[in-house]
């Protein structure tokens, strides 16, 4: 079986008109295609960036406030510009997109426009027809260290598409290569790996993006890596829509890359622990990876790779007696109560302490509220993480 | 439970209320005689009018029913038009000519404080009182914008020549929208597109010249909602600028400031919600007081509606909105009759059979939420529409036929009593509307009131059908069992919060696109009829030259460095304002005399932080 098509989607700069692009992008899914998904508002040069790291074959832009002709060719200017034209533009507007317009879209570099009335079924076989074969090799002068990374992530995740069952043997080789912490730390300076885990809607995604904005800020110098997970559709392609949510992780400073579970479950795909590992020697001070939301019994950072684990909780988990079922409880470094300007807040924190004094380990609880602007808790938890006696 | 859970039970007592006054209206006989007596009163005193081919019509139209029971269930159960629960308009005589000739003493009764039914607030009763004289403006109210501040000045001059009153409505462009200067890093493509580009309040100034801000017969609506206080302020500068201070009460209008449909549809929000939020409260504490006459929140559905929502989804969380509006504001200490009568509605009219009842039902069901649960006044009940047809109904197949489709959503909108309205032009999916066919789109609204004798002479003419009545009954209780979904939640916030609202509009938009192409839903001259295939129009594009983007761009320049030490001081100040918590609007109309739309903005967000979006 061939790796899913990848795509990222995305809408303008000052456009909010988001609806014919998220019906798109189901469509998409549904037809096998997994969909980098960015958001809207989004400025020409962090659609390129995240184009090139997510490694895409192409990238769709749905425009529906003019400025279109612009902006379609400020994008294709800058893949050339970065000699990552190999990722296909393509996009639409309804009625907004003239053909005199496409034929100067086109003459700048754009592959495709879809006109009014185009259907999606036309959508999802052009892409399917037009972006489906093998990733072309760069051509033309040294490629950027990010289009490197990006290739070789890309070639992880495909030696793995569709080799279900055969994971073990894999994964031995991986972990035959496996370096040990010290021999990792020796290296300059020393990449710290944080795993973060937790519950859907605990709010992980914007845990990240608000640690890497502090990180930003204090180490202005630093390189992050982000390796986000989203759930595959059973039998489909997969929304990737971190990115969409994480405004302060669209940087220079930030590599970020998505990717799919493709039918693995416990919130990793198969092929995370083989690209943790080379992002984990690809010279970032700070590697962060977040699972997808997981069950009690998930215990996803097992490989040894990663430094710190955090698990986020919501306070609303139900009742105390479900806080023996959860495994992370007992294996976490930290763990966060977020979201806790609500109501059952302390009372969870209360009941968090108690679970984990039981473990007797040297376990860190701390409570954020990560969508309050400036929260300390988010600082503390910031503070933690990038003290030096791990 | 929150305000909306006590809604739902408002909604339902009342309606058991009404069976109940029904029932003893037939058992009571004294109390069924007063009904009675009071319809025939009503109907005694309606006056005639005459058609121009000399056809007697009463002003208003009643059902023929003369029973005590169905009486009472028409009179408690939708009231006559400006009557609790106003189910058949906010006002009366809405699109009526003037009475040729007037009969003394036959002007129309309307109640007082529109009450009829359990109240926690107050006397029971209707009071009768004289009506007001009959409005002179239209409902007419045409969005425009583009270009820059002078091109849309004249496309206003251009369009007020079509109508009998100063009635504007003004569209801003991505940048302005999003409280992004025309000067900022790639957006020089959008300047001046899908709407006008304001950068400072001298923009402002050249917007509205040649009008009289402050005369009773002008109005000003301005659809913008993240950055909407601080545009607020500009306008009012720039009253000030022309007219004085003196022109501020007399100023009068519309700022949609709605940013529960822009987190749950429109997506053009720029603050987190809660400072959003507090920044919206701070302007509608302010003008409320200051500005009696300006409506400082139009609580809107049609960017859900567009957005792919059903009607009952767009309705049901544009209603909910309202009251999650009502019950922040009441928590601030606003007395409900301050706040309540200032805040006004805008829906999107499409072609589903549901917007034959949409407003009507959510008349009622604001009327009697703002009154048993918040205790309003009957100034306060009355739910103001501006109504919209529906953009993404037109399509660009044969467009020409979007001219039928308009009029057919016009002709829905002023059956349910919308009390202003937008008319779309056939070219919209092409482009910002040319002269050409935006005078159609107000030529359209002047048939159906002017021309037309639909409306001109009766009120109440076509509601009331037993279609209609069936349909606003389904559409009530749909409406209703959405509140209780979101009441789930624990309320609108929290439903926000949980991305309800925003995924119940994607689905319903994903199956809407899909019913297109399996045939339940036919467009026509698109999957029906269509064997015009693949001609791409010759439409006129209405695009902002370059050189325009230019002088936008160089003027912002300019104002800059004029006010640079200025601009450090005020946005110092207005730092210090925010950061204290105390109502911020009073500085930020100084700010703006000397500061640009994104410096403010970013200074803002340096101390309460950007918008995550959802997706």
């Given at each position: 079986?061939a790796a899913p098509?990848?795509?990222?989607?995305?809408?303008?700069?000052?456009?909010g008109?988001?609806s014919?692009?998220?019906t798109?992008?189901l469509?998409?899914?549904?037809h096998?295609i997994?969909?980098?998904?960015?958001g809207?508002?989004r400025?020409?040069?962090?659609?390129?960036r995240?184009?090139i790291?997510?490694?895409?074959?192409?990238?769709?832009?749905s425009?529906?406030?003019?400025?279109?002709v612009?902006?379609?060719s400020?994008?294709?200017?800058l893949l050339?510009?970065?000699?990552?034209?190999?990722i296909?533009?393509?996009?639409g507007?309804?009625?907004?997109?003239?053909?005199?317009?496409?034929?100067?879209?086109r003459r700048?570099?754009?592959?495709?426009?879809?006109?009014?009335g185009t259907?999606?079924t036309?959508?999802?076989?052009?892409?399917?027809?037009?972006y489906?074969?093998p990733?072309?090799?760069?051509r033309?002068?040294?490629?950027?260290a990010?289009?490197?990374?990006?290739?070789?992530?890309?070639?992880?995740?495909?030696?793995?598409?569709?080799?279900k069952g055969?994971?073990?043997t894999?994964l031995?080789?991986?972990?035959?290569?496996?370096?040990?912490?010290?021999?990792?730390?020796s290296k300059?300076?020393?990449?710290r790996?944080f795993g973060?885990?937790?519950?859907?809607g605990?709010?992980?995604?914007?845990?990240?993006d608000e640690?890497?904005?502090?990180?930003?800020?204090?180490?202005p110098?630093?390189?992050?890596?982000?390796l986000?997970?989203?759930?595959?559709?059973?039998g489909?392609?997969a929304?990737l829509?971190?990115?969409?949510t994480?405004i302060?992780s669209?940087?220079e400073?930030?590599?970020?890359r998505s990717?799919?579970?493709?039918?693995?479950?416990?919130?990793?795909?198969?092929?995370?622990?083989?690209c943790?590992?080379?992002?984990?020697?690809?010279?970032f001070?700070?590697v962060i990876?977040?699972?997808?939301?997981?069950?009690?019994?998930?215990?996803?950072?097992?490989?040894?790779l990663?430094?710190?684990t955090v698990?986020?909780?919501?306070?609303?988990?139900?009742?105390?007696?479900?806080?023996?079922k959860?495994?992370?409880?007992?294996?976490?470094?930290?763990?966060?109560?977020?979201?806790?300007?609500?109501e059952?807040?302390r009372?969870?924190?209360?009941?968090?302490?108690?679970?984990?004094?039981?473990?007797?380990?040297s376990?860190?609880l701390?409570?954020?509220?990560?969508?309050?602007?400036?929260?300390?808790?988010?600082?503390?938890?910031?503070?933690?993480l990038?003290?030096?006696?791990? | 439970?929150?305000?909306?859970?006590?809604v739902v039970e408002?909604?339902?007592n009342?309606n058991?209320f009404?069976?109940k006054e029904?029932?003893?209206a037939?058992?009571?006989?004294?109390?069924?005689?007063q009904?009675?007596?009071?319809?025939?009163?009503?109907?005694?005193?309606?006056?005639i009018?005459?058609?121009?081919?000399g056809?007697?019509?009463?002003?208003?139209?009643?059902?023929?029913?003369?029973?005590?029971g169905?009486i009472?269930?028409y009179?408690l159960?939708?009231g006559l038009?400006?009557?609790?629960?106003?189910?058949n308009?906010?006002?009366r005589?809405?699109?009526?000519?003037?009475?040729r000739?007037?009969?003394?003493?036959?002007?129309g009764?309307?109640?007082?404080?529109?009450?009829?039914g359990p109240?926690?607030?107050?006397?029971?009763?209707a009071?009768a009182?004289?009506?007001?004289?009959?409005?002179?403006?239209?409902?007419?109210?045409l969005f425009?914008?583009?270009?820059?501040?002078?091109?849309?000045?004249a496309?206003?001059h251009?369009?007020?020549?079509?109508?009998?009153?100063?009635?504007?409505?003004?569209?801003?462009?991505?940048p302005?929208?999003?409280?992004?200067d025309?000067?900022?890093?790639?957006?020089f493509?959008?300047?001046?597109?899908?709407?006008?580009a304001?950068?400072?309040?001298?923009?402002?100034?050249r917007?509205?010249?040649?009008?009289?801000?402050g005369?009773?017969?002008f109005?000003?609506?301005?659809?913008?909602?993240?950055?909407a206080?601080?545009?607020?302020?500009?306008y009012?500068?720039?009253?000030?600028?022309?007219?004085?201070?003196k022109?501020?009460?007399n100023?009068r209008g519309t700022?949609?400031?709605d940013?529960?449909?822009e987190?749950q549809?429109?997506n053009?929000?720029i603050?987190p919600?809660?400072?959003?939020?507090?920044?919206?409260?701070?302007m509608?504490?302010?003008?409320?007081?200051?500005?009696?006459?300006w409506?400082?929140?139009?609580?809107?559905?049609?960017?859900?509606g567009?957005?792919?929502?059903t009607?009952?989804?767009?309705?049901?969380?544009?209603?909910?909105?309202g009251?999650?509006?009502?019950?922040?504001?009441?928590a601030?200490?606003?007395?409900?009759?301050?706040?309540?009568?200032?805040?006004?509605?805008?829906?999107?009219?499409?072609?589903d059979v549901?917007?034959?009842?949409?407003?009507?039902v959510?008349r009622?069901i604001?009327?009697?939420?703002?009154r048993?649960?918040f205790g309003?006044?009957p100034k306060?009940q009355m739910f103001?529409?501006?109504?919209?047809?529906s953009?993404r109904?037109?399509?660009?197949?044969?467009?020409k036929n979007?001219?039928?489709?308009t009029?057919?959503?016009?002709?829905?909108?002023?059956?349910?009593g919308?009390n202003?309205?937008?008319?779309?032009?056939?070219?919209?999916?092409?482009?910002?509307?040319?002269e050409?066919w935006?005078?159609?789109?107000?030529h359209g609204?002047?048939?159906?009131?002017?021309?037309?004798?639909?409306?001109?002479?009766t009120?109440?003419?076509?509601?009331?059908?037993?279609?209609?009545?069936?349909?606003?009954?389904?559409?009530?209780?749909?409406?209703?069992?959405e509140?209780?979904?979101i009441?789930?939640?624990?309320?609108?916030?929290?439903?926000?919060e949980?991305?309800?609202q925003?995924?119940?509009?994607?689905?319903?938009?994903?199956?809407?696109?899909?019913?297109?192409?399996d045939g339940?839903r036919?467009?026509?001259?698109?999957?029906?009829?269509?064997?015009?295939k693949?001609?791409?129009?010759?439409?006129?594009m209405?695009?902002?030259?370059?050189?325009?983007?230019?002088?936008q761009?160089?003027?912002?320049?300019?104002?800059?460095?004029?006010?640079?030490?200025?601009?450090?001081?005020?946005?110092?100040?207005?730092?210090?304002?925010?950061?204290?918590?105390?109502n911020?609007?009073?500085?930020?109309?100084?700010?703006?005399?000397?500061?640009s739309?994104?410096?403010?903005?970013?200074?803002?967000q340096?101390?309460?932080?950007?918008?995550?979006?959802m997706v």
């Amino acid at each position: 079986m061939a790796a899913p098509i990848r795509v990222l989607t995305a809408v303008p700069i000052c456009d909010g008109h988001d609806s014919a692009i998220n019906t798109i992008n189901l469509e998409f899914i549904r037809h096998g295609i997994e969909v980098v998904y960015l958001g809207y508002h989004r400025y020409a040069t962090d659609m390129v960036r995240a184009a090139i790291q997510e490694d895409v074959k192409a990238l769709g832009i749905s425009s529906y406030n003019g400025g279109h002709v612009e902006f379609f060719s400020e994008v294709a200017s800058l893949l050339k510009k970065q000699g990552a034209d190999y990722i296909k533009v393509f996009g639409g507007g309804g009625g907004t997109i003239t053909g005199n317009d496409e034929v100067i879209m086109r003459r700048n570099g754009i592959d495709k426009i879809f006109f009014a009335g185009t259907s999606l079924t036309d959508m999802v076989d052009y892409v399917h027809k037009q972006y489906g074969g093998p990733h072309k090799p760069f051509r033309g002068r040294k490629p950027s260290a990010d289009m490197q990374l990006a290739r070789k992530l890309t070639e992880i995740e495909d030696r793995y598409a569709g080799r279900k069952g055969k994971r073990s043997t894999l994964l031995r080789k991986a972990s035959a290569g496996r370096l040990s912490k010290e021999k990792r730390r020796s290296k300059k300076g020393g990449t710290r790996v944080f795993g973060f885990t937790g519950p859907g809607g605990a709010g992980k995604t914007t845990l990240i993006d608000e640690l890497v904005l502090r990180l930003r800020k204090r180490e202005p110098k630093a390189r992050i890596a982000i390796l986000s997970h989203d759930p595959s559709v059973v039998g489909a392609g997969a929304l990737l829509g971190d990115r969409a949510t994480m405004i302060n992780s669209q940087n220079e400073c930030v590599f970020m890359r998505s990717m799919a579970t493709r039918g693995q479950a416990g919130g990793l795909s198969p092929a995370t622990e083989d690209c943790l590992k080379l992002l984990a020697q690809s010279g970032f001070d700070y590697v962060i990876i977040e699972t997808v939301g997981t069950g009690q019994e998930a215990m996803p950072f097992q490989s040894g790779l990663v430094d710190k684990t955090v698990l986020v909780m919501n306070p609303d988990y139900g009742s105390r007696l479900q806080l023996q079922k959860i495994v992370m409880l007992d294996l976490a470094d930290i763990v966060v109560v977020n979201k806790s300007d609500q109501e059952r807040a302390r009372t969870a924190t209360a009941e968090i302490g108690r679970r984990l004094d039981q473990n007797k380990r040297s376990q860190v609880l701390v409570s954020t509220v990560a969508n309050r602007h400036r929260d300390a808790g988010v600082d503390e938890l910031c503070d933690l993480l990038t003290e030096q006696n791990v | 439970m929150s305000k909306l859970g006590q809604v739902v039970e408002a909604v339902e007592n009342y309606n058991e209320f009404v069976l109940k006054e029904v029932k003893r209206a037939r058992a009571d006989e004294a109390f069924g005689q007063q009904m009675v007596d009071r319809w025939n009163d009503v109907k005694a005193k309606t006056p005639i009018g005459t058609a121009p081919t000399g056809l007697k019509l009463p002003r208003l139209a009643l059902p023929e029913i003369d029973e005590a029971g169905e009486i009472t269930r028409y009179l408690l159960g939708e009231g006559l038009p400006g009557e609790f629960p106003f189910t058949n308009g906010a006002y009366r005589e809405m699109y009526l000519e003037p009475l040729r000739e007037l009969e003394a003493g036959s002007s129309g009764k309307v109640g007082k404080n529109g009450k009829h039914g359990p109240s926690k607030n107050g006397k029971n009763g209707a009071k009768a009182a004289p009506s007001k004289a009959v409005e002179v403006e239209e409902p007419t109210r045409l969005f425009s914008g583009l270009g820059l501040a002078e091109d849309t000045n004249a496309r206003f001059h251009f369009l007020t020549g079509h109508q009998r009153s100063a009635r504007l409505s003004t569209a801003f462009d991505g940048p302005t929208l999003y409280g992004i200067d025309s000067d900022a890093e790639g957006v020089f493509g959008k300047i001046g597109e899908g709407g006008l580009a304001i950068d400072t309040y001298e923009d402002m100034v050249r917007l509205y010249d040649g009008f009289d801000m402050g005369s009773p017969a002008f109005s000003a609506s301005m659809t913008i909602s993240g950055p909407a206080p601080i545009i607020m302020a500009m306008y009012i500068a720039a009253a000030k600028k022309r007219f004085g201070a003196k022109v501020v009460p007399n100023l009068r209008g519309t700022i949609q400031a709605d940013i529960f449909k822009e987190v749950q549809a429109q997506n053009e929000t720029i603050f987190p919600t809660e400072a959003s939020l507090r920044f919206l409260c701070d302007m509608i504490e302010w003008t409320t007081r200051e500005m009696p006459r300006w409506y400082p929140v139009s609580i809107s559905g049609y960017h859900i509606g567009e957005a792919g929502a059903t009607p009952v989804q767009q309705a049901a969380y544009t209603v909910s909105n309202g009251f999650a509006y009502a019950e922040m504001l009441a928590a601030r200490g606003i007395p409900v009759d301050q706040f309540g009568p200032r805040l006004s509605f805008f829906l999107d009219c499409g072609l589903d059979v549901e917007y034959i009842a949409l407003a009507r039902v959510s008349r009622r069901i604001w009327a009697i939420g703002m009154r048993d649960v918040f205790g309003a006044g009957p100034k306060a009940q009355m739910f103001k529409l501006h109504t919209q047809t529906s953009g993404r109904s037109l399509v660009a197949a044969e467009f020409k036929n979007n001219l039928t489709r308009t009029a057919a959503e016009l002709m829905l909108a002023y059956m349910n009593g919308t009390n202003s309205c937008h008319s779309n032009s056939a070219d919209e999916p092409f482009t910002t509307p040319s002269e050409e066919w935006i005078r159609l789109a107000a030529h359209g609204q002047a048939i159906l009131l002017d021309e037309s004798g639909i409306f001109k002479h009766t009120m109440n003419m076509l509601s009331g059908s037993p279609g209609m009545k069936a349909v606003e009954r389904a559409v009530e209780t749909a409406m209703l069992e959405e509140f209780r979904q979101i009441e789930e939640f624990g309320g609108v916030l929290p439903a926000i919060e949980h991305r309800y609202q925003r995924s119940q509009i994607q689905n319903a938009a994903h199956r809407y696109e899909q019913q297109i192409y399996d045939g339940t839903r036919p467009i026509i001259a698109l999957t029906k009829y269509n064997d015009l295939k693949d001609e791409m129009p010759e439409v006129k594009m209405v695009r902002t030259p370059r050189a325009k983007k230019q002088l936008q761009v160089d003027r912002l320049a300019k104002f800059k460095k004029r006010n640079a030490e200025k601009a450090k001081r005020a946005l110092d100040k207005l730092a210090d304002v925010v950061e204290s918590g105390k109502n911020c609007f009073p500085t930020l109309i100084e700010t703006v005399e000397v500061c640009s739309l994104g410096q403010i903005t970013g200074r803002l967000q340096e101390i309460v932080g950007h918008f995550r979006p959802m997706v």
